[in-house]
């Protein structure tokens, strides 16, 4: 298949994924012999191509944090983790739901009970049986709460028995009933076949959701012989994917062979690369070497002084540029003075001159951002949910001059005119990209306001669960959207959200996430509205840009594809 104009490609899929959050309409999900007659002709053309077998070579990212796909949160992993396990559903090249180890699925008409029908021959890779009853423990295992999922809330706080299985937790996040893993609503039928999975409301887009990489099953008696070290090396990293791990040696490469026992919802017969190998170097300079070397055929890290010179796919050259549904933004960590005062946070984020971060600092690559939510996504009508916020105006102005002066104002209201009495403050980050050119900035931008920054550069691998503990003053962030509803956004900042790294709170936003969860579409849209104004004003998160990815891939790379949600699929890569 040949290299498509992803950006027409992205839009068009978010077209295709307007969804209404909640319905009570019965539906019916069924997949084909798993390719449509287009994938059909991709598959001839591309086993011609290759009919020797052989691999490819990439790079997405550094050493992944994690492989277990209930404790994954960045992109990174999760584009392994696409690659190597297989949910009951997928996500295919036109951004359309379709089977993965469910062949089929029912909702009934209340919109609540979700039944999945398995296919046969289901195998894990170390050749073992595969069953719902894998489903069913996996679902539970994300709502545990000594698994700590990150994603845990989001994928299966919906399902009935959720506050039971994660001990009735207060306002303060402590449980009150002993959790009970068992209480997850989630059942497989006797025969492995079936699993029925109960919601506690309706939510039309649970579709997209157990086609999400956090809901890939994990194989228990793994889990339970070798502890969290399971996914650590090949020798105990059993998957169901289409490929397999056979070799991984940290922070250099991990290389992936063909899964001789999958069985699911990708075509066999365009799957045929033997070995895919991954790249594991955070160094922006050190992957731009391995392109042009041709050691590997694509590169995500791409060094930002180099981008100037690089020839546009549309205009015959091998960069590419596409559009992502996420927003690049700033975790404050909110319980640490002096950032507890949504003065100082609002004071920071109108400090940011957005228009020059997009246009100079990251290039044109990006776009500023004037609210948490990204351009793509819907509304109930259709619209765009970012043009009907706050009104249809922008939550933070264009006028940056009127913005810094207004800062300036805001700090002298909380306590701190010119700065004075405010503390050093540190910004961290990992130093792939553009997240160090931004802190410079930053760290000039807030200087306006008399504040000192220190900047903490942080090892990819230590980041994450820096940010996660809460370890930091301030600290780069940003979300990529798992499916087309407002709600996979803003959920991110409820109270005790896994994902929520500024420990932002506030009794009014929860209410307004919660009271969106109705099988009213209108009512579903407008507490999320009301949501996004109150984390707007509360300045809970600052936001910078819309993302978009760009990397370099050689045209002797075909067969791979980037969705708007930012993975790459690499199953039916080969090398022409």
Not at 27 to 36: D, K, L, W
Not at 360 to 365: K, N
Not at 448 to 465: C, H, K, Q, R, Y
Request: hydrophobic share 35%.
């Amino acid at each position: 298949m040949k290299m498509k104009n992803f950006v027409a490609l992205a839009l068009a899929g978010c077209m295709a994924l307007s969804l209404a959050a909640c319905g009570s309409t019965a539906t019916t999900g069924e997949t084909s012999e798993a390719a449509t007659g287009e994938q059909a002709a991709d598959a001839t053309e591309a086993t011609d191509a290759t009919a020797t077998g052989s691999g490819f070579t990439v790079q997405l990212g550094p050493n992944p944090e994690t492989l277990d796909p209930a404790l994954n949160s960045a992109i990174d992993g999760a584009n392994t983790i696409i690659t190597i396990f297989e949910p009951l559903l997928l996500v295919d090249e036109n951004n359309e739901v379709v089977g993965g180890q469910a062949e089929s699925w029912e909702v009934s008409d209340d919109g609540l009970t979700w039944t999945f029908t398995l296919r046969d021959g289901l195998k894990w890779s170390d050749g073992t049986d595969l069953t719902a009853k894998d489903f069913e423990y996996s679902f539970k295992r994300l709502a545990d709460p000594n698994t700590a999922a990150p994603y845990g809330q989001t994928v299966v706080g919906m399902i009935a028995g959720y506050d039971d299985a994660v001990g009735n937790p207060d306002a303060d996040g402590n449980t009150t009933t002993e959790p009970d893993f068992d209480a997850l609503q989630v059942v497989a039928s006797e025969d492995g076949k079936t699993l029925t999975v109960t919601l506690s409301y309706p939510c039309s887009y649970f579709d997209k959701i157990a086609a999400f990489a956090s809901m890939s099953p994990v194989q228990q008696a793994t889990i339970e012989a070798n502890g969290d070290g399971w996914c650590t090396q090949p020798e105990t990293f059993v998957c169901n994917g289409p490929y397999m791990i056979t070799e991984w040696t940290p922070s250099e490469r991990i290389v992936l062979s063909k899964n001789p026992n999958y069985v699911g919802g990708w075509d066999s017969s365009r799957i045929v690369s033997d070995t895919i190998t991954l790249l594991l170097i955070e160094d922006d300079t050190a992957a731009y070497a391995a392109y042009n070397s041709g050691e590997a055929q694509l590169i995500k890290s791409v060094p930002s002084d180099e981008i100037p010179s690089l020839t546009p796919a549309e205009e015959g050259g091998d960069f590419y540029i596409d559009s992502n549904l996420g927003t690049y933004y700033i975790s404050v960590n909110c319980q640490r003075e002096p950032f507890t005062d949504p003065l100082v946070r609002k004071a920071l984020s109108l400090a940011i001159d957005r228009e020059y971060v997009a246009d100079v600092v990251m290039q044109g690559t990006y776009s500023a951002a004037h609210g948490i939510s990204c351009p793509g996504i819907t509304d109930a009508d259709g619209s765009q949910f970012a043009d009907n916020a706050n009104g249809g105006e922008p939550y933070i102005s264009n006028d940056y001059d009127a913005n810094l002066e207004e800062a300036k104002a805001l700090m002298a209201e909380a306590g701190y005119p010119d700065g004075e009495g405010f503390p050093t403050v540190t910004y961290s980050t990992n130093d792939q990209a553009y997240h160090l050119p931004l802190a410079e900035y930053l760290q000039s931008a807030w200087a306006e306001l008399g504040i000192t920054v220190n900047i903490d550069t942080v090892e990819w691998a230590s980041f994450t669960p820096l940010r996660r503990a809460g370890d930091y003053d301030i600290s780069r962030n940003g979300w990529v959207m798992d499916y087309d509803d407002p709600s996979n956004m803003l959920e991110l900042f409820q109270t005790g959200n896994g994902n929520n790294d500024g420990k932002y709170s506030n009794p009014e936003f929860d209410a307004a996430i919660e009271a969106s969860k109705v099988a009213d579409k209108a009512t579903h849209y407008e507490q999320l509205h009301k949501a996004e104004d109150i984390l707007m004003e509360d300045m809970g998160c600052i936001p910078v840009a819309y993302y978009n990815d760009f990397w370099l891939q050689s045209p002797s790379l075909q067969g791979t594809w980037h969705s708007p949600y930012g993975y790459w699929y690499l199953q039916y890569g080969y090398v022409e």
